[in-house]
C-alpha cells in the first residue's frame, strides 16, 4: 500500500541553525501539506501545496519557513533560523485531489528538537 | 475562526465497553469529517471519515454519526480492544483546503 515517507525520523539542531525535513508523498497525489505537533498538543496546520506554489498557509508559517518541490517526488519544508519554539513533531501529507473531499495520508513524522 | 472541539480529552473504558468521542465544529462550510487514531510516536493514521451528504457510517466495530445542523460528529468503538490504546484526533475539512484537528482524546482500555 503507498504510503507518505518522511527523513529523517528525528533531527536535533542548535538554536539559529536551518534544518530542512524531507517528504516523499503517494505517488499520485496532486496536494501537499506540512503540519506540527508540539508534544502533547493538536496537530496544527502549517502550509498547503498544490501546482507548485502555497496555496494556504497559517499564521505559524512565517518567513523563516518555505517550502519547495525540488523534482517529481520530493517536498520539502525548510526552517532558516530554528527557535527553541520550534521543537516539535512534523508531519507531511498528501492527497489525491480536492474532488470535493479531503482525505489526507499522514507520514511518520519527523521529530525536531532544538537546543 | 475555524475551530474543532473534542471531548473528553482522555477516556477510560473496561475492554469490551463501548468509547464514545464527540467533537463539535465552527465553519459550517466544513464537508469531511475524519477521525485519526495516533499512537506513540507515530503519525496519525486515519481511521474512518464521513462526508457531509451522510449522516452515518460504519466499518466493522467503529461508527461515526454527523449532525450538520448542530454541527456535531462522533465516534463509537464497540467492544474495545487494548489494541484500541491511542490517541484519536477528530477534524474537519473543506475541499482543498486544510484539516483542523481536534485536541485529541487518549483512550485507555482496561484489561
Known amino acids: 500500500e503507498p504510503e507518505v515517507t518522511q527523513t529523517p525520523s528525528h533531527q536535533v539542531t542548535q538554536m539559529g541553525q536551518e534544518v530542512i525535513l524531507r517528504c516523499v508523498p503517494i505517488s499520485n497525489h496532486l496536494y501537499f501539506y506540512w503540519y506540527r505537533q508540539i508534544l502533547g498538543q493538536k496537530v496544527e496546520f502549517l502550509v498547503s501545496f498544490y501546482n507548485n506554489e502555497i496555496s494556504e498557509k497559517s499564521e505559524i508559517f512565517d518567513d523563516q519557513f518555505s517550502v519547495e518541490r525540488p523534482d517529481g517526488s520530493n517536498f520539502t519544508l525548510k526552517i532558516r533560523s530554528t527557535k527553541l519554539e520550534d521543537s516539535a513533531m512534523y508531519f507531511c501529507?498528501?492527497?489525491?485531489?480536492?474532488?470535493?473531499?479531503?482525505?489526507?495520508?499522514f507520514g511518520p513524522g519527523t521529530r525536531l528538537t532544538v537546543l | 475562526g475555524e475551530n474543532v472541539e473534542q471531548h473528553p480529552s482522555t477516556l477510560s473504558v473496561q475492554e469490551g465497553d463501548s468509547a464514545v468521542i464527540k467533537c463539535t465544529y465552527s465553519d459550517s462550510a466544513s464537508n469531511y469529517f475524519p477521525w485519526y487514531k495516533q499512537e506513540l510516536g507515530k503519525g496519525p493514521q486515519l481511521i474512518i471519515d464521513?462526508?457531509?451528504?451522510?449522516g452515518e457510517k460504519k466499518d466493522q466495530r467503529i461508527a461515526v454519526t454527523l449532525n450538520k445542523t448542530a454541527k456535531h460528529f462522533s465516534l463509537h468503538i464497540t467492544e474495545t480492544q487494548p489494541e484500541d490504546s491511542a490517541v484519536y484526533f477528530c477534524?474537519?475539512?473543506?475541499?482543498?483546503?486544510?484539516?483542523?484537528f481536534g485536541s485529541g482524546t487518549r483512550l485507555s482500555i482496561r484489561p
Open positions: 477534524a474537519a475539512s473543506k475541499s482543498a483546503s486544510k484539516i483542523i
Open positions: 501529507a498528501s492527497s489525491w485531489t480536492s474532488g470535493g473531499y479531503n482525505e489526507q495520508f
Open positions: 464521513i462526508r457531509s451528504n451522510v
